[in-house]
């Protein structure tokens, strides 16, 4: 089964500078996509970013970028230019690919709660 | 604007009752999941639906029902059954079941059992 691991239950940046939330997984499959997904005080869940493993190119979205290492099983989350509004629990995921049913929901990570400094 | 909705916010229930969450989407999707997050946890899949009409249990299901006549609505109900249903939970969808697509989510219903 596949597993997901945030190792750092807590970081903390700040205001303006650059920081990395690492994820590593586990799988024996060659392809599925992984996410990043941020989770404000409000408790909405709230995609950032989205990654297909066959694909070698990082994904980026504005401030948020990846560091997409397959043969190392590693999928980190920087955030550049870090904002009091990037403040928020961050989950790490990973979903299977073309798979429906239960083989093809997500699993999560067990979270990084991220503090920004003023 | 298209969106999840969830409702109620908070919900509170005493032993031995019945609740039914409400979870709404004017997204067009196809799947539609609920999961269940507690302190320090990640989300954990309690069921999902993939089509109107049909519906599968996830890893943590039992106390738990849902039904999907709508496509867009996917009450859950969680019943007496559950053990201990304390807890935040999350309302999502997706295009669809088998593709990449990310899921999308509501704002939760935060249960308490009083």
């Known amino acids: 089964a596949q597993t997901v691991t945030q190792s750092q239950p807590e970081m903390s940046v700040q205001e303006a500078e650059t920081v990395t939330l690492s994820c590593t997984y586990d799988t024996s499959e060659s392809d599925y996509y992984l996410f990043w997904y941020k989770q404000p005080p409000s408790r909405q869940m709230i995609l950032v970013i989205r990654?297909?493993?066959?694909?070698?190119q990082n994904a980026t979205e504005n401030r948020f970028s990846v560091n997409f290492q397959k043969a190392a099983k590693s999928f980190s989350l920087k955030i550049s230019d870090s904002q009091l509004g990037d403040a928020a629990m961050y989950f790490c995921?990973?979903?299977?690919?073309?798979?429906?049913?239960?083989?093809?929901?997500?699993?999560f990570g067990k979270g990084t709660k991220l503090s920004v400094k003023p | 604007d298209g969106g999840i909705t969830q409702s109620p916010k908070y919900l509170f229930r005493k032993e031995g009752q019945n609740v039914t969450l409400s979870c709404e989407q004017n997204l067009n999707h196809d799947a539609m999941y609920w999961y269940r997050q507690d302190p320090g946890q990640g989300l954990r899949l309690i069921y999902y639906?993939?089509?109107?009409?049909?519906?599968q249990k996830g890893d943590i299901a039992e106390g738990y029902s849902v039904s999907r006549e709508k496509k867009e609505s996917f009450p859950l109900t969680v019943t007496s059954a559950q053990k201990n249903p304390t807890a935040f939970y999350l309302c999502?969808?997706?295009?669809?079941?088998?593709?990449?697509?990310?899921?999308?989510f509501g704002p939760g219903t935060r249960l308490t059992v009083l």
């Open positions: 995921a990973y979903r299977r690919m073309n798979y429906g049913g239960s083989q093809g929901n997500l699993i």
């Open positions: 999502a969808s997706s295009i669809d079941a088998r593709s990449g697509m990310a899921q999308y």
């Open positions: 639906s993939q089509i109107v009409n049909d519906f």
């Open positions: 990654q297909e493993a066959y694909k070698q």
